[in-house]
């Protein structure tokens, strides 16, 4: 049987920060996710599964249930450990397809997390975990339509999961651990209700997307749509080299993020945009700083600059502005559209000018790639 073709990622149309912002998570899951909210129509589910579908096939342990990855032992599951203890050294290897997991608005909180057989572990003394949705999503991307309408209580497990990269499911005294590191996406009509402010924070980016309103777009929106439904293959083969380049690209940024350093004044840079902004708490300086170190990486840089603080902050704090001193006012979003502006507009100083926070690589701004 065909597997069904998915719209290109690289054939979207315009909403180039929903595009940012999925792209930033997919190289650093660590970031936190993403929440698309907008009308109906907005193409925000296409561009989640055109992601997953775009990213490269990732190395797994053999037979593992929950793709561990063969190259970090300290992260495996349970059972991963379990083999290896019992001297099968090394595991072996398989690659397998980015996974992509739906989540359903029904879902219960056994559904997420899985289940420990109680009963089983009682008579038979052996212990048996059935899988959730967090073990099929490690290492892929988990997409969550309506997530406004899910129970606040599984969305802080989503959330928890997502912040920490590990799923712990204890019962009776019987405990199963395994990965949870994977890409969070929710999507929303605001019209249909809103997220509490404690879980809209919990979203590392938001992003607010409208229907396009300059005409050539839209008319590109309705070409490529009525080619993609009259032949789905052509239309992908046609966008196949823009899907491999940026999924290379992806690729390199992954490897090379850990390698993105930061000065002190890149710190106070971020702590003055988030402290003049009256920002509540601490998550949105360390998403701001993931974010911009991705955002470097997927340029190809290994340092950060303003320019990347800036579009790191256009997807951290308009949400948390909004839930903040300045709800009842535009005063908030005009302030951090002009500061973040002004970040863009400056210069980069010279590392002789600046003091380190950890070492670093000198900057070959030559290399330099066009941002998305």
Known sequence: MNQKVIFPFTALVGQERMVRALILNAVDPRIGGVLIRGERGTAKSTAARALAALLPPIEVVENCRFNCDPTKPTTWCTECQERFVAGEDPLPHAHHVTPFVNLPVSATEDRVIGTLDIERAIQKGERHFEPGVLAAANRGLLYIDEVNLLDDHVVDILLDSAAMGV???????????????????????????????????????????????????????????????????????????????????????????????????????????????????????????????????????????????????????????????????EAGAEMLNAKIADLKMQTILTPAEEEPTEQEQPQDDSKKKVTR
Request: charge should be negative; proline fraction near 5%; glycine fraction near 4%.
């Open 167 to 329: 799923n712990v499911v204890e019962r009776e005294g019987i405990s199963f651990s395994h990965p949870a590191r994977f890409i969070l996406v929710g999507t929303m009509n605001p019209e249909e209700g809103d997220l509490r402010p404690q879980l809209l924070d919990r979203f590392a980016f938001s992003v607010e997307i409208r229907g396009i309103l300059d005409k050539s777009q839209r008319v590109e929106i309705m070409r490529r749509n009525i080619a993609f439904e009259s032949d789905p293959e052509t239309f992908r083969q046609h966008f196949l080299p823009q899907e491999l380049e940026l999924s290379r690209q992806i690729e390199q940024a992954r490897q090379l993020v850990e390698e993105v350093s930061f000065t002190q004044r890149d710190l106070l840079i971020i702590a003055d945009l988030t402290t003049s902004m009256e920002v509540d708490g601490h998550r949105s300086d360390l998403v701001i700083l993931k974010a911009a170190r991705a955002q470097a990486a997927f340029e190809g840089r290994t340092r950060i600059t303003p320019r990347d603080i800036a579009l790191a902050a256009e997807l951290a704090l308009p949400h948390r502005v909004k839930a903040g001193p300045f709800r009842k006012s």
